[in-house]
């Protein structure tokens, strides 16, 4: 259960080096998210665009479109908390479908099952009761909706520091964006073409022309292009 509180303030918990003979550093534990209200630092700047735009080699009004169609609003609900949307079939890939038989609607061998965006946290949290890493690794986060599986081509050591960063603040959804694309070739190239059916079939799978993610994407970029963007 959420429980609403003043502010968001978590210390000590940055990304940790492990020197040689040293233990590893322990993954920060992100279990604040369903006991608190967070107040993270909202907003992505001009700059912010411009240098991820300038370290891919793309437009910044690509990335932008990106930005729009994948959460048209907010990049954090009411509560303070990055935005997800909880991916079943990948908990059930990741957990080898162990909890299947208890808890179907959490671990499907299919996707889908959604419900409304209000119920994601609460079925994030008891996955995450069940197996944290693998429930983190199973939803999409933030601005840029990307999947906590992804943590390490997003430049993350452990899925739990991912989720904290983006917990924080608005302009790491960038950069963590920013690195994913970097550490996919192709994704990378259709960002950079604007070939937008290439990059919604790498980024959303196969099924992208279902919500016509390809036109959405074009629409965004050519509103942001004419110079249309806050």
Known sequence: ML????????????????????????????????????????????????????????EVAAIQAVAEVETAGSAFDDYGRPRILFERHYFHRLTQGRYDKRHPDISNS????????????????RAYVLDAAAALESASWGRFQIMGSNYRDAG????????????????????????????????????????????????????????DYDSKLKNAYDKFAKGVSK
């Open 3 to 58: 429980f609403p509180t003043a502010g968001f303030a978590i210390s000590g918990m940055g990304a940790g080096v492990c020197l040689a003979g040293s233990l590893p550093t322990p993954a920060p534990d992100v279990s604040f998210l369903f006991r608190m209200c967070l107040n993270p630092k909202r907003g992505i700047s001009a700059q912010d665009y411009a240098d991820a735009a300038a370290l891919l080699g793309v």
């Open 110 to 125: 299919l996707a889908g099952g959604y419900g409304k965006f209000s119920a994601q946290y609460g079925k994030l949290e």
């Open 156 to 211: 993350f050591v452990s899925v739990q520091e991912f989720v904290l960063a983006l917990a924080r603040t608005e302009a790491a959804h960038l950069q963590a964006f920013a690195s994913f694309v970097s550490a996919n070739k192709g994704l990378h190239k259709a960002l950079e073409k604007k070939d937008w059916a290439a990059f919604a079939k790498a980024y959303n799978g196969k099924g992208y022309k279902k919500n």
